[in-house]
């Protein structure tokens, strides 16, 4: 195990959240095998230039950044690491694999790999040699790693972030409840009781990138209902779907005002001013309110749990997903293998799992142990978010258009025209077969 002393950190340009982060890790090492490494002969004045997502909380850069110098202090090669916004990292994702120039590296969203596959180095030997080491891949990273019907690695899943029921005790309890229940009729006489109590749930039924298509996603696969089919048709026009829809026209009713044009930070405002009791997000909330002494005691009320499984036998939900790729166009394929390799290591990747507090979750079983997940009770949950066995496009293969019709919102327009009146359940199914059809043809 490389060791940071105090006076290499501060070489290194590591903060204090980021140190602590490798003191927490060197306390509870994380087990791995005897696993042979593939042979990765770095390529003669190797550098690299890589492209991630802006961080979260600042140790998640801090980390990345120490992590990466570790790198070059182990291999000479120099790596430099931009980090752009959410918004931006998909465009600048088509614009390198469309142009053949640009990083070598990009750790990208889920489906990133599956739409510009023929523009990526296969990753197999990594990737296999880092299963094998960890304790295998959980479900959701081997289904966004590997190439469709495929064996062959196409991304290095890096972490993934889900959004589980966020809900308030006090609200929760007043209303005759210990917790929320996991069933839909359970679930809606929840709702009601709260929305009677002046204490109402609220679910993004805007065009919001992670809430909106989270909630929609949860509503149909809770009822069995998909965008397509195990071969990738089109299958939203369905009775399960119907039932969905007509399960929302009840739960809608109980919803704060104003759900119909959320964007993903409305909830979370919501629920920090008392408006909301009720929702679904990540664990930055919780910590944004926990973080801010006017919130605090908001946080100290919320619990986090699973939305009803209704008929789905796991956690109805699709973390997004950092998934890593190497461009065809890098001069140094080994070497860009070599660093995603030496960054998923547990003498690197352990402390930048502590530093994100579980915002990212692991995508490798081992790391299932990382003093994170028992550094607070409230964040347990997020521990298990990679081993969905549900992801974007379900039930089909990932793909792109599995992809654009998750960023048109297909599915949660139809929500929001049944919950708005504007739509029957049966209308609103077909005009999103309609327009499925129409992007799944292209």
Same mark, same amino acid.
């Given at each position: 195990?490389?060791?940071?002393?105090?006076?290499?950190?501060?070489?290194?340009?590591?903060?204090?959240?980021?140190?602590?982060?490798?003191?927490?890790?060197?306390?509870?090492?994380?087990?791995?095998?005897?696993?042979?490494?593939?042979?990765?002969?770095?390529?003669?004045?190797?550098?690299?230039?890589?492209?991630?997502?802006?961080?979260?909380?600042?140790?998640?850069?801090?980390?990345?950044?120490?992590?990466?110098?570790?790198?070059?202090?182990?291999?000479?090669?120099?790596?430099?690491?931009?980090?752009?916004?959410?918004?931006?990292?998909?465009?600048?994702?088509?614009?390198?694999?469309?142009?053949?120039?640009?990083?070598?590296?990009?750790?990208?969203?889920?489906?990133?790999?599956?739409?510009?596959?023929?523009?990526?180095?296969?990753?197999?030997?990594?990737?296999?040699?880092?299963?094998?080491?960890?304790?295998?891949?959980?479900?959701?990273?081997?289904?966004?790693?590997?190439?469709?019907?495929?064996?062959?690695?196409?991304?290095?899943?890096?972490?993934?972030?889900?959004?589980?029921?966020?809900?308030?005790?006090?609200?929760?309890?007043?209303?005759?409840?210990?917790?929320?229940?996991?069933?839909?009729?359970?679930?809606?006489?929840?709702?009601?009781?709260?929305?009677?109590?002046?204490?109402?749930?609220?679910?993004?039924?805007?065009?919001?990138?992670?809430?909106?298509?989270?909630?929609?996603?949860?509503?149909?696969?809770?009822?069995?209902?998909?965008?397509?089919?195990?071969?990738?048709?089109?299958?939203?026009?369905?009775?399960?779907?119907?039932?969905?829809?007509?399960?929302?026209?009840?739960?809608?009713?109980?919803?704060?005002?104003?759900?119909?044009?959320?964007?993903?930070?409305?909830?979370?405002?919501?629920?920090? #001013? $008392?408006?909301?009791? &009720? %929702?679904?997000?990540?664990?930055?909330?919780?910590? !944004?309110?926990?973080?801010? *002494?006017?919130? @605090?005691?908001?946080?100290?009320?919320?619990?986090?749990?699973?939305?009803?499984?209704?008929?789905?036998?796991?956690?109805?939900?699709?973390?997004?997903?950092?998934?890593?790729?190497?461009?065809?166009?890098?001069?140094?394929?080994?070497?860009?293998?070599?660093?995603?390799?030496?960054?998923?290591?547990?003498?690197?990747?352990?402390?930048?799992?502590?530093?994100?507090?579980?915002?990212?979750?692991?995508?490798?079983?081992?790391?299932?142990?990382?003093?994170?997940?028992?550094?607070?009770?409230?964040?347990?949950?997020?521990?298990?978010?990679?081993?969905?066995?549900?992801?974007?496009?379900?039930?089909?293969?990932?793909?792109?258009?599995?992809?654009? #019709? $998750?960023?048109?919102? &297909? %599915?949660?327009?139809?929500?929001?025209?049944?919950? !708005?009146?504007?739509?029957? *359940?049966?209308? @609103?199914?077909?005009?999103?077969?309609?327009?499925?059809?129409?992007?799944?043809?292209?």
């Amino acid at each position: 195990m490389h060791i940071i002393h105090r006076r290499t950190a501060l070489q290194l340009g590591i903060g204090a959240a980021a140190l602590a982060a490798f003191r927490a890790s060197a306390q509870a090492p994380i087990a791995a095998a005897d696993t042979p490494a593939p042979r990765l002969p770095i390529e003669s004045g190797a550098s690299l230039r890589m492209l991630r997502p802006v961080r979260f909380v600042q140790p998640d850069e801090d980390v990345f950044r120490a992590n990466a110098a570790r790198f070059t202090q182990a291999t000479g090669v120099q790596v430099r690491v931009d980090f752009v916004g959410w918004e931006d990292i998909t465009q600048q994702t088509a614009v390198t694999a469309n142009t053949g120039a640009g990083p070598d590296l990009i750790i990208g969203f889920g489906d990133a790999p599956h739409i510009f596959a023929e523009k990526l180095i296969e990753i197999t030997d990594i990737a296999e040699y880092l299963g094998k080491r960890y304790g295998g891949w959980l479900a959701v990273g081997e289904k966004y790693g590997k190439r469709h019907g495929t064996n062959n690695w196409i991304g290095l899943p890096f972490g993934g972030t889900a959004g589980p029921l966020v809900w308030r005790k006090s609200a929760v309890n007043q209303v005759g409840f210990e917790k929320p229940p996991q069933d839909h009729a359970g679930f809606l006489d929840l709702c009601k009781k709260l929305k009677a109590a002046n204490k109402p749930p609220g679910f993004a039924l805007g065009n919001a990138v992670g809430d909106g298509n989270g909630f929609a996603n949860w509503l149909l696969w809770s009822h069995g209902a998909s965008l397509t089919d195990e071969e990738g048709k089109v299958s939203i026009n369905s009775p399960q779907t119907i039932a969905a829809l007509n399960y929302l026209k009840e739960l809608y009713p109980t919803f704060v005002q104003g759900t119909l044009s959320w964007g993903d930070i409305s909830n979370n405002r919501a629920y920090a #001013a $008392n408006e909301c009791w &009720v %929702t679904s997000n990540g664990v930055s909330l919780y910590f !944004s309110l926990k973080g801010d *002494p006017a919130t @605090a005691p908001i946080a100290e009320d919320t619990e986090h749990d699973l939305l009803p499984l209704g008929q789905a036998s796991s956690w109805p939900s699709a973390p997004l997903t950092l998934n890593a790729m190497v461009f065809k166009h890098s001069r140094y394929p080994n070497a860009a293998k070599a660093f995603l390799q030496f960054m998923m290591e547990r003498e690197q990747y352990d402390p930048w799992l502590i530093a994100n507090l579980g915002y990212w979750a692991h995508p490798l079983a081992a790391y299932g142990a990382s003093a994170v997940w028992s550094s607070d009770p409230k964040i347990a949950i997020f521990k298990d978010s990679m081993n969905n066995k549900f992801w974007n496009g379900y039930k089909g293969p990932i793909s792109e258009a599995s992809g654009q #019709a $998750n960023a048109e919102y &297909v %599915t949660v327009q139809m929500c929001a025209a049944v919950a !708005s009146g504007q739509a029957t *359940p049966e209308q @609103a199914a077909r005009e999103a077969e309609r327009r499925a059809r129409r992007i799944f043809r292209r």
